[in-house]
């Protein structure tokens, strides 16, 4: 099985999940998957997530959050940069989602961060995707 965008397999396995109301799911690991999963943590968007290893395979097992009433904390998750349309921006058109109320994630040239950090450190890079 080959994948041409790991990244958007990953937002899909965890879209799939939340829709199915699974606790977890399983994707296959990556640094840059490691980074995202990171930045999602941190920012609030899943419960936790750990870099595992079964039958010899890396995977992330990422834990999905709800909110009391059982609603998804993540209501969308879109891949702005496909492989075939690269999104970059520079440190001034960095866009705000939904107002501010949700993240885009962006690889620049110091690491992945959410568009504030890149905004607040004046870096630009490549949005890979938007999460409210």
Request: glycine share 10%; hydrophobic share 35%; charged share 30%.
């Amino acid at each position: 099985m080959s994948f041409t965008d790991p990244v958007a397999d990953f937002l899909t396995r965890i879209r799939n999940g939340i829709r199915a109301r699974h606790q977890k799911v399983d994707v296959p690991a990556s640094k840059l998957k490691l980074e995202i999963a990171r930045i999602l943590k941190e920012e609030g968007y899943i419960a936790n997530f750990k870099a595992t290893e079964e039958e010899g395979k890396k995977i992330i097992r990422v834990y999905l959050k709800y909110a009391a009433d059982n609603s998804a904390i993540i209501t969308n998750v879109t891949r702005v940069s496909r492989p075939g349309c690269r999104v970059y921006v520079g440190k001034n058109e960095i866009p705000r989602v939904l107002g501010g109320l949700g993240i885009n994630i962006l690889t620049t040239p110091k690491g992945v961060m959410t568009g504030k950090q890149a905004r607040r450190e004046g870096l630009g890079g490549e949005i890979l995707c938007e999460v409210y």
